[in-house]
């Protein structure tokens, strides 16, 4: 992306979760992009009744590194092409609709989430994989199968990880991991009590904990040390948007796996090569 995107679906996003003053500066914001772009804090706390100080405090919020930082975003933001938009599905809707409506809504998650990636948290997430000696990735329903897809790309790189449905064989996983192994909880809505309580086992463990759940402040995030977030998907009535999250979370996964696989570059080699060796025994003939 040549300009820093991203403020408004944050803003979209977190709205509901911020204090009343930062909330009407968030609002004002959304309601007029453009003419913030030229305002300073003093007044844009003027116009959305509140006061600079509220502004800044929502820069913090949104984890920007200022004003400067969130004008910047709102202007690429009013530079993109944003004729995507989530769409559902209706009764006896033809096939090509169908098509073009999941690819727009799958598209228009990514972008989102790629635009509000946190370079910081994404940095010390691949810090903490690559000195793990073991990983643990639970999920449960939609995320459990990112979980599942996850735990098979690091093994193919010769990262010992683990991913089980059942919550009892996670949590004994999760009880002989050590201080700088990896617990990550995958979470669309952030709330999922059994993911939450995995989290905070591991946590209170001594255990390097990531979560993965919509953008904003949610149970998970509040308890892992580190915070991956995809964006927070309109769901629409039929809610094929949940569709678009899944999307989302393996969108985050995939950039994860790249990240570490880029820092031992030469290990990864070694190891994709060492792993489609192993699997080329199943081939017909051999």
Same mark, same amino acid.
């Given at each position: 992306m040549t300009h820093k995107q991203g403020a408004l679906t944050m803003l979209r996003d977190m709205s509901n979760d911020l204090p009343l003053s930062e909330k009407k500066v968030a609002e004002y914001i959304l309601e007029k992009p453009q003419e913030v772009i030229n305002l300073t804090a003093a007044e844009i706390g003027k116009y959305s009744g509140t006061s600079s100080a509220a502004v800044i405090r929502l820069c913090k919020s949104l984890g920007l590194k200022g004003l400067q930082d969130l004008k910047m975003r709102i202007h690429g933001d009013m530079k993109k092409n944003d004729s995507i938009a989530y769409r559902d599905i209706k009764a006896d809707e033809s096939q090509e609709s169908v098509v073009q409506k999941i690819t727009n809504n799958n598209i228009k998650s990514i972008m989102e989430t790629s635009e509000i990636m946190n370079f910081q948290a994404l940095s010390a997430a691949v810090d903490s994989m690559l000195?793990?000696?073991?990983?643990?990735?639970?999920? *449960?329903?939609?995320?459990?199968?990112?979980?599942?897809?996850? %735990?098979?790309?690091?093994?193919?790189?010769?990262?010992?990880?683990?991913?089980?449905?059942? %919550?009892? /064989?996670?949590?004994?996983? *999760?009880?002989?991991? #050590?201080?700088?192994?990896?617990?990550?909880?995958?979470?669309?809505?952030?709330?999922? /009590?059994?993911?939450?309580?995995?989290? #905070?086992?591991?946590?209170?463990?001594?255990?390097?904990?990531?979560?993965?759940?919509?953008?904003?402040?949610?149970?998970?995030?509040? *308890?892992?040390?580190?915070?991956?977030?995809?964006?927070?998907?309109?769901?629409?009535?039929?809610?094929?948007?949940?569709?678009?999250?899944?999307?989302?979370?393996?969108?985050?996964?995939?950039?994860?796996?790249?990240?570490?696989?880029?820092?031992?570059?030469?290990?990864?080699?070694?190891?994709?090569?060492?792993?489609?060796?192993?699997?080329? *025994?199943?081939?017909?003939?051999?």
């Open positions: 000195a793990a000696q073991t990983v643990c990735f639970f999920g *449960i329903g939609a995320s459990g199968v990112v979980a599942k897809d996850a %735990q098979q790309k690091f093994i193919r790189i010769n990262k010992n990880s683990q991913c089980f449905e059942d %919550q009892h /064989l996670t949590a004994t996983v *999760i009880g002989n991991m #050590k201080c700088k192994d990896v617990m990550m909880g995958i979470s669309y809505s952030g709330e999922t /009590l059994e993911v939450i309580k995995l989290l #905070k086992f591991a946590k209170d463990n001594g255990i390097t904990t990531i979560s993965l759940t919509k953008y904003g402040k949610t149970s998970l995030s509040e *308890i892992a040390d580190i915070n991956l977030f995809t964006s927070s998907c309109i769901e629409v009535p039929f809610r094929s948007a949940a569709t678009s999250s899944r999307m989302a979370q393996l969108h985050v996964m995939d950039i994860l796996f790249m990240c570490v696989a880029t820092r031992q570059y030469d290990d990864t080699i070694k190891y994709l090569d060492q792993t489609r060796k192993a699997t080329d *025994i199943f081939r017909e003939g051999r």
